[in-house]
């Protein structure tokens, strides 16, 4: 099956600083990609969408302003957590589709650590 | 809107033994698919299986297949001959098949399945 790379895998930062996370199709063209976060134990909460070449939409309390989506090509789109607070420590999983009835394959998560 | 149940937080099953784990939904849409996920400690995602919602005939991969009750709007997952490797999380997930949202999945809660040797 198709490949979705997500990059890093695990992260530690500091309270404050900023912190971005990589999501690559890297045997086809995503024209969609999606941002989930999961807390311990529980589902995947979809934050974002976003469509290469456009703003992405958020989910409704998803603070856009916090979670930056860019989608800037067909085979990238990066989340930046910006003045990351320990409240923000979570697993982020990426997804990327090629189109609507095609598969959604998933990056292999970054677990975000603030301290 | 739609939403996706799974009513089995946790679920055990003996190695070689069969499990199904239950998924229930509710949606308004006559064109949609459906999904089982499995995610293992390593927390990769992994599509288990598909339901195309106009086919009546039930997906099966392998040792998984799935119950599919359009009108009960049920869709369970059978795992037979468990393995070791099948211990995980599982999650089932619906997409509309057109549409405002057609991209997107709505995950239930999931289901932990452990397989005891």
Redesign the interface.
């Known amino acids: 099956g198709a490949v979705v790379s997500q990059h890093p895998s695990r992260v530690i930062c500091k309270s404050g600083t900023s912190v971005k996370i990589e999501c690559r199709s890297l045997d086809f063209q995503a024209t969609t990609m999606f941002w989930y976060r999961q807390f311990p134990k529980q589902s995947l909460m979809l934050m974002a969408t976003s469509n290469e070449g456009s703003k992405a939409t958020y989910e409704q309390g998803v603070e856009k302003d916090k979670f930056l989506i860019n989608h800037a090509s067909l085979t990238l789109s990066t989340l930046t957590v910006t003045s990351a607070h320990p409240e923000d420590s979570s697993f982020y999983i990426c997804s990327a589709r090629g189109g609507p009835n095609t598969e959604a394959f998933f990056g292999q998560g970054t677990r975000l650590t603030v301290v | 809107a739609q939403t996706v149940t799974q009513s089995q937080p946790e679920m055990s099953v003996q190695e070689a033994e069969t499990v199904t784990l239950s998924c229930t939904y509710d949606t308004s849409e006559s064109n949609y698919?459906l999904f089982w996920y499995k995610q293992p400690p390593?927390?990769?995602?992994?599509?288990v299986i598909?339901q195309e919602a106009y086919k009546q005939q039930n997906a099966t991969e392998n040792r998984f297949s799935v119950n599919f009750q359009k009108a009960a709007k049920s869709f369970s997952l059978k795992i037979s001959d468990s393995q070791l490797g099948d211990t995980a999380m599982y999650?089932c997930a619906f997409k509309r098949?057109?549409g405002a949202g057609?991209?997107?999945?709505t995950?239930?809660?999931?289901t932990?399945l452990s397989v005891i040797p």
Not at chain 2, 42 to 47: A, C, G, P, T
Not at chain 2, 102 to 105: C, V
């Open positions: 698919y390593s927390r990769q995602m992994i599509l598909r999650f098949g057109s057609s991209y997107q999945l995950f239930g809660k999931g932990k």
